[in-house]
């Protein structure tokens, strides 16, 4: 039985076609190296696909010498370390679900096309005023809805961004948005942003999801700090960010304009893994 970690496994000889496409698909982590002289491997080697994250490189040349690139999986306890070492960020165990008490977060797969164009067009009105550079708002067809989760994934694999859809655990309803970005994977630093379905207002489930998406940075991401921006007329939003116990670091007064032409402000709050650790005790 395959691992229940292991996405899928794909065993084939690459040609000069093949390799392109899987290129495209992979192409955060996978590279095609000159032969060494001596191939670790044997001609028409195969290609298993892990997670990321337990993957090391290698690549040889097959029989009619094209190239062909095979992964191998990495002893995850020896080369990595939960805190206190930054790593490469392809090399991080991250999961690709989060559970809390009443909620899913999973990373966009190919297929959610459908539905979250029907979410879409019924939260756009709700997400005007506050979220009007949200990917959402783009959405005209499931077309586009199919090509943004994709883009969701694809930006998962690559480490860009972390884009999760909270569902209900009960009854598998959607409920919310999460967004965690990188602001520098150096620090590691990463910001979150949130948006609640509006039949599900009112009900802690994005205060509950945030929680999970700082469980999630600081702990599978290995933040040091944790960001976030709101509007400062957006009391739900802020209030979330209080409720999480981040700190209010700043105020930029009246810096943007409103569709409605009124002025408002950006709110800043930021979270260290010291206080997240003290506010979880």
Known sequence: MVSSKTRHLTKCALDAGILRHFQAFRAAWLRVFPAPKHCPRPPGCRVLVEPVETLSRHTCRSMSNRWVAFLCPINRKDEISRKGINMHQLLLDIPDQIETERLVLRSYQAGDGAWYYSMSQMNKLHLAQFEADNPVMSINNEVDAEIIVRDFAADWVARKAFFMGVFLKSTQEFVAQIYVGVVNWGLPEFEIGY????????QGYVTEAANGALQFCFGSLGAHRV????????????SVADRCGMVKEGHIRENKTNADGRKSGTLLYGLLRSEYEAHKI
């Open 195 to 202: 948006f609640v379905n509006k039949q599900h207002e009112g």
């Open 227 to 238: 960001s976030l921006k709101c509007d400062d007329t957006n009391v739900r939003s802020y």
